[in-house]
T-cell receptor, first 111, second 113 residues
Framework: GESVGLHLPTLSVQEGDNSIINCAYSNSASDYFIWYKQESGKGPQFIIDIRSNMDKRQGQRVTVLLNKTVKHLSLQIAATQPGDSAVYFCAENQAGTALIFGKGTTLSVSS | NAGVTQTPKFRVLKTGQSMTLLCAQDMNHEYMYWYRQDPGMGLRLIHYSVGEGTTAKGEVPDGYNVSRLKKQNFLLGLESAAPSQTSVYFC????????????FGPGTRLTVT
């Protein structure tokens, strides 16, 4: 079946730096993408989403970029804080199907 | 508004025992899901439901059964637990199957010995 993958399982950054978490997807028919954040011992929490008719979407301190040509999705976190330390998952969806999650990237932020 | 709740939070079973995990949501969502999360594997969909009285298989349905007798509840059953079912189980709900975020519960950590 189709799958969503992340380029790196771990990412370490310094507090105040910008973080970029990448995700590659294989299903060109996917039309909706979501980023989730999962803190230790908790369930995933929605961060931001983007539809396939968009290239970029911004939230508070976060930006998601979608490159459909190379089937690549990225999450940018500005001015990373210790509270951003978590596992980040991308997920893809085709209309009428359930979300498919990637394996996750662990972001560690040091002070 | 409690969102999505799961009971129990922790459980230890012996091989061959059965149990039921309960998920409840108070957001009037039509869609509910059960996932399992294993180290390095991300979230894998077990079963899902598109409405009261309906269920469908996900990516890894074997060894599990589900029921959706009430809109707000989604039950996950293990009839004969196996060590391979040791995992963290998450329930989620959403307004729609596509194009909408899923809200997750806090998870149930299950150990099968």
């Amino acid at each position: 079946g189709e799958s969503v993958g992340l380029h790196l399982p771990t990412l370490s950054v310094q507090e105040g730096d910008n973080s970029i978490i990448n995700c590659a997807y294989s299903n060109s028919a996917s039309d909706y993408f979501i980023w989730y954040k999962q803190e230790s011992g908790k369930g995933p929490q929605f961060i931001i989403d983007i539809r396939s008719n968009m290239d970029k979407r911004q939230g508070q301190r976060v930006t998601v970029l979608l490159n459909k040509t190379v089937k690549h999705l990225s999450l940018q976190i500005a001015a990373t804080q210790p509270g951003d330390s978590a596992v980040y998952f991308c997920a893809e969806n085709q209309a009428g199907t359930a979300l498919i999650f990637g394996k996750g990237t662990t972001l560690s932020v040091s002070s | 508004n409690a969102g999505v709740t799961q009971t129990p939070k922790f459980r230890v079973l012996k091989t061959g025992q059965s149990m039921t995990l309960l998920c409840a949501q108070d957001m009037n969502h039509e869609y509910m899901y059960w996932y399992r999360q294993d180290p390095g594997m991300g979230l894998r969909l077990i079963h899902y439901s598109v409405g009261e009285g309906t269920t469908a298989k996900g990516e890894v349905p074997d060894g599990y059964n589900v029921s959706r007798l009430k809109k707000q509840n989604f039950l996950l059953g293990l009839e004969s637990a196996a060590p391979s079912q040791t995992s963290v189980y998450f329930c989620a709900s959403s307004y729609s199957l596509a194009d909408y975020e899923q809200y997750f519960g806090p998870g149930t950590r299950l150990t099968v010995t």
